[in-house]
């Protein structure tokens, strides 16, 4: 069988902004269709930077991008923006329509569908983001979360095939983030392929499969986020936390009691830990 082509490559790309800071060194990335990958690193590390390339809102300054196997020099934001579609750290930055049915509709507008259709999905939109009470109130009188939602539903609605979230889960509720959750699955069964920005290292541990980690502009590690989080010495140079189930095995491993990573989800720390109470009490 013939090997896949990734669907995103990256070959040695670099970036340096106007005011002379190197914010993306000699990258090299692939990504392949249907994957949900996660990246995290420190602040200032280059991830912004990083996926903002993905669609022409900055051009490397040195190596090449391919997206379905063609350089994405040459295309413009807007035909990129048809494949890969960005929701940005702070909403407030995507939008800008007097109100919520705007926002979605002219998010639309740039399609080529018929009058008829833009209305179409837009109603769909509304109603799948539970937006539709909102829908002729200004974005600016919406609540962070709900801000947030719109900003992703005026992505969404353009059903992009790469879809990339930037800190999502950042100052969301436990009922927002399950709804972010929900929408992550629902994407993935359509085989669309997922980028997360995150530093919340315990959702990454336990919905993204492979994750990136970045310093100083540069890519340190590429592999499953298990592994790469389970690395003490990445972890450190990333100023990152070890997630708890790490820290865990970790603290098991220091009293003898378990080898490490053999726990790995937060339901075989709990049925580990009720073995345990069990058989002490047991031998009481
Ligand atoms: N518009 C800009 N002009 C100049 N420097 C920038 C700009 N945006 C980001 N930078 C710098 O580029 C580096 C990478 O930033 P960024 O990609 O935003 O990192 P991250 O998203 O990991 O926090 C940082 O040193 C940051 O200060
Ligand atoms: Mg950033």
Redesign the pocket.
Known sequence: MAREIPLIMMKEIGYT???G?R?LKNINLNIFTGELIGIM?R????????IRTLNGLIRPIYGNIYIKNENINSKSIATLSKIVGIIFQNPFHQLFANSVEEEINFSLRSLNLSKEEIQKRTDQTLREFDLEKYRKRSPLNLSGGESKKLAVASIICRDPQILIFDEPTLGQDAKEIEFFINLINNERKKRKTIII?THNIEFAYEYIPRTIL?TE?QIIADGSTIEVLNNEFLIEQTSLILPQICQFNLALQELGLQEINKISSKNDMTDYLRNLIKNKSSKI
């Open positions: 902004y106007p005011n800071t914010a690193g602040n200032g590390a280059g991830k912004t930077s990083l920005i970045m502009g």
